[in-house]
């Protein structure tokens, strides 16, 4: 599958501006080819719209930019390696926009062009219609999903019109079936199963989640059985992929799902999280919170990072609570606020066998259990669920980043904007860099 | 293929302590080498080479000790918190090691770089002990 990803509300912004004109409209936009399996992730960069003299032709049934816009814009994607979506609108046409016979042909002599000049990447056309997107690789039938990753997340996936099932009856009611098919049609990770994993794999498979890749390198102790959704005393000794994923097929017999008994530090296993849409990031690791955090931004990939504290001293709760947190493009990253992840812990995580072995200090350190409660997990999971279903179902939900202050029993909204020139998240950052930096990993 | 924080870093590095190299390591992690810098007083001999790491997840990962080479006294004794000839993890430089460490959550990723934690060494080689 080819997708198209375009950050914040860079599509949105273009749709509107096209749909107000009542002819067709232009634009290119400049994208950082990822290769994941056999598909691609064009990362959009850049979006290059035309001036009033830069059309030669604009009216309702056709558009075309001049040669000199178009030889601008394809000379610098040439130069960057990057691939063009040429984008056109039909602003009359209501539903999922079809591409005309003017079009046919005009992709039919573009495409070979595009190849020569551009380079074998797969160029796009997307057509914007009065209410939907469609794209195609130019002049071929290969199927191409547009996504916007910001804020919210937009898809258009051709062929996604699931059958939507009465037992989503009553949630229908509450977001409609585009809310329910958009969820439906998403591929979905979740990076740790343990107190707050299993509770979000349980209810996603509840609401119609029906792809899921799960990872996890930890086995069942007795002492989750109190917290873990879907364990049973039996279960003691599986993989927690395992029993999430039996979890899941109970819940939902069609549902797709991948597990992997491993850790995402490690790089095959990172890997896996590449192909998907959606990511909860549901792990205690500050190592794996870091690779999650830089994977949002750098590849455009959706993540809900959550975290849960019960802080005990002489065998009192001096504080309870969690913090759920959306990492997209457009708003702030775990590194913008200070103090959220550790840096030591971080580096621990990081460090290969050899740089532990030099390190007195990782050498000495004791890792403590920490206090666990699964309606503690819960009520942070479900924070996170009903964050997901405001970003990608449509419910007018805007907080993006939340704290749960357990001892005054309040849920606070907090700021969820960029810091400017963050490390992590901003264009000095990893913002759209692709494959051209390596996620952090562990070396074994 | 590094990440864009060190490039950065390194290039302000650079133009402080112009001799400055970095070396790639096989884990992601670099060696940043400053060499021959005058040590204070009291330190024999009086000219070393710093090493240092900057981790895998460098900047949000901080850096975290540092070695000198050749071995290295103050005021005729081995220095506190301190262990001579020590192979730099995936090099094979032998090296003083300094077990010096920034006090916990000090570290900000979006505020220190490469010179912060080369000021924090040479700090502790103020310190002659």
């Known amino acids: 599958m080819i997708k198209v990803v375009f ?22 936009a400049m994208a950082r080819p990822v290769r994941i399996g056999k598909g ?27 040669a000199a816009f178009r030889l601008r814009v394809e000379k610098r994607a040439r130069q960057d390696g990057m691939v063009l979506v040429y984008i ?76 939507v099932g009465e037992e989503h009856d009553r949630q229908i009611r509450a977001f409609g079936e585009a809310g329910q098919r958009a969820i439906a049609a998403l591929t979905i990770a979740i990076v740790g199963l ?10 996603l498979a509840h609401m119609g989640v029906r792809k899921f890749v799960l990872i996890d390198p930890k086995r069942l102790t007795k002492t989750n059985l109190s917290r873990v959704a879907g364990t049973r005393p039996d279960d003691v000794g599986r993989a927690k992929v395992e029993v999430a994923q039996r979890m899941i097929k109970s819940i939902a017999p069609d549902a797709e799902v991948t597990i992997c008994e491993g850790d995402v530090l490690e790089a095959s296993v990172g890997a896996m999280v590449l192909g998907v849409d959606f990511v909860f990031c549901c792990t205690d690791s500050h190592g794996s919170r870091s690779f999650l955090n830089q994977l949002a931004y750098q590849y455009y990939i959706p993540v809900i990072d959550m975290g849960v504290v019960i802080n005990v001293e002489n065998d009192r709760i001096t504080h309870f609570g969690g913090r ?21 812990e971080v580096r621990w995580d990081l460090s290969n066998a050899e740089a532990r072995a030099a390190d007195p200090y990782f050498n000495t350190r004791v890792q403590v259990e920490q206090p666990a409660v699964m309606s503690l997990n819960s009520a942070v999971a479900a924070q996170a669920g009903t964050m997901f279903l405001a970003a990608v179902a449509g419910i007018p939900g805007e907080a993006r ?44 | 293929m590094g990440s864009p924080t060190l490039d950065a870093h390194f290039k302000r590095l650079k133009v402080r302590y112009p001799d400055t190299v970095l070396t790639p390591l096989p884990s992601g992690a670099a060696l940043i080498t400053l060499p021959n810098r005058p040590l204070p007083g009291g330190w024999a001999p009086t000219l070393a080479t710093l090493h240092f790491i900057a981790p895998v997840g460098y900047s949000v990962a901080a850096p975290d000790s540092f070695w000198l080479a050749p071995n ?36 900000l990723a979006n505020e220190h770089d490469l010179l912060t934690f080369v000021s924090v060494c040479l700090k502790r080689l103020e310190n002659r002990r």
């Open chain 1, 7 to 28: 950050p914040g509300g860079e599509l949105s912004e273009l749709a509107q501006r096209f749909r107000m004109a009542s002819v067709e409209s232009f634009a290119f």
């Open chain 1, 40 to 66: 691609w992730r064009l990362l959009v960069v850049s979006i290059h719209v035309p001036s009033p003299e830069d059309y030669e032709e604009r009216t309702i049934f056709n558009v075309r930019p001049t």
């Open chain 1, 88 to 163: 056109h609108s039909h602003p009359m046409q209501a539903g999922i926009p079809a591409f005309s016979p003017t079009d046919d042909a005009t992709e039919a002599a573009l495409a070979p062009y595009a190849r020569t000049r551009l380079g074998e990447g797969p160029h796009v056309s997307l057509l914007i219609g009065a209410q939907g997107v469609t794209a195609r690789v130019m002049a071929d039938a290969a199927p191409v999903a547009v996504f916007e990753v910001g804020r919210r997340v937009l898809s258009y996936i051709p062929g996604a019109l699931f059958v």
């Open chain 1, 194 to 203: 343990g107190g707050t994993g299993s509770v979000i794999a349980q209810m």
């Open chain 1, 324 to 344: 759920v947190q959306m990492l997209a493009p457009g708003l702030g990253c775990l590194v913008c606020r200070d103090g959220i992840l550790s840096p030591d």
């Open chain 1, 401 to 444: 980043s939340q704290l749960l202050r357990g001892m005054q029993g309040d849920l606070r909204r907090l700021d969820d904007s960029p810091r400017r020139g963050c490390v992590n998240c901003s264009k000095n950052g990893y913002f759209g860099q692709g494959d051209n930096y390596n996620l952090p990993k562990r070396m074994s």
């Open chain 2, 72 to 107: 290295v006294t103050v005021n005729g004794a081995v220095p506190t918190n301190s262990s001579a000839s020590q192979t730099i993890p995936e090099t094979k430089i032998s090296a003083h090691f300094f077990s010096w460490h920034l006090e916990a959550a000090r570290w």
